[in-house]
């Protein structure tokens, strides 16, 4: 079976698993019939794998480090999508603490991979 390089970078498998806990937020505000903001977070939780792979697939370091920089802002729009859902009550503050902390570990992670690359 082919494998990418992507699929060997601890950041791509951490953005996977942050990924599929956003995707179960946005499947119970689709049941709340709240098809934007489950439509944008999906988008944004996407956005950090694919900008990580998307990357990996580059010729150069300096067009790896463009997209991981894409990858990294992604963290940033989840969190701050994640913050008003909280405050409208549509997410719970544990799982709100939870999801920024993975969030930030997923920031610091790829900032460090991306110094990594010089």
Known sequence: MAKFRFQDLKIWEMSIEIGDKLFDIADGLEKRKLFRFAEQLRGSAMSMSNNIAEGSGSVS????????????????????????????????KKNLDSQLEQLDILCRKITNFKKSLA
Request: glycine share 0%.
């Open 61 to 92: 370091k300096k067009e790896f480090k463009y997209f991981l920089n894409i990858a990294r802002r992604s963290t940033f729009e989840n969190a701050n999508i994640l913050i008003p859902l909280n405050r409208r009550q549509l997410l719970d």
